[in-house]
Each structure stands twice: as structure tokens, then as C-alpha cells.
């Protein structure tokens, strides 16, 4: 499994990714592998502040449904709209495919988040 070493990982799954000065944040390959056809991306709504580890919204594939959690704390101020009509795109390219953008309160706090080697040891 070839992971972007650009970006940090949760033990959830999410991958985030500093873009200026918000975060990207969306599925790893494992996660959309583990989950299969995905079918619905919802439940998202911005500008509402999270904190990190918090339920942003979901996912939900043919064999189940699972949350999507804020890597760090911050307000939520983008939703991936495209998925509304496309949830597969997480299944094609997901490291490529952004679910939500969040500001977040202290960009520091990413360095908490795991690193590409750390995330692959864990689930390999």
C-alpha cells in the first residue's frame, strides 16, 4: 500500500492535508477497501465547530456505514459537494478525493496525527 507522505493519518482512516490554511480531510485507500462501493457521503454541515476526534459526518457503502471524525479541532467550512453525485469517486482515487475542509484552531496541532510510516504499520 503506496501512502502520500504529504499529508497525516487517524487511526480512523482519515487522511489530512494542509492546503493554505485549511485541512483537507478524506478516506485512506484502506478505508474505502475495507468498506467497498461506497453509495452515500453526508451528513456534513459547515460552519460548525468541531472538536478534534468529533463525528463530521459519514460514509456508507453497500456492507456499512461508517463516521467520518475532525482530525483536529476547528470549524468545518467546506463540504466536497461532487460526492453528493459521485460517492464512488472515494473508491477511485481516494487519497485524491477530498470529503470536507476544516480551519483549523491551532495548525500545530497536526503533528498529534500519525505519519505515512506510522499509519502503515499499524494496518498492514
Known sequence: MQLPTDRKYLTTHEWALVQDDVVL?????????QLGDLVFVGDFTTQVHLEAGAVAGVVESVKAA???YAP???TVVEY???LDDAPELLNENPFETWIFKIKPDDIAD???LLTAEQYHSENV
Open 72 to 74: 483536529v479541532s476547528g
Open 110 to 112: 497536526l503533528e498529534a
Open 25 to 33: 480531510v478524506g478516506i485512506t485507500d484502506f478505508a474505502q477497501d
Open 80 to 82: 466536497n459537494e461532487r
Open 66 to 68: 461508517s463516521d467520518i
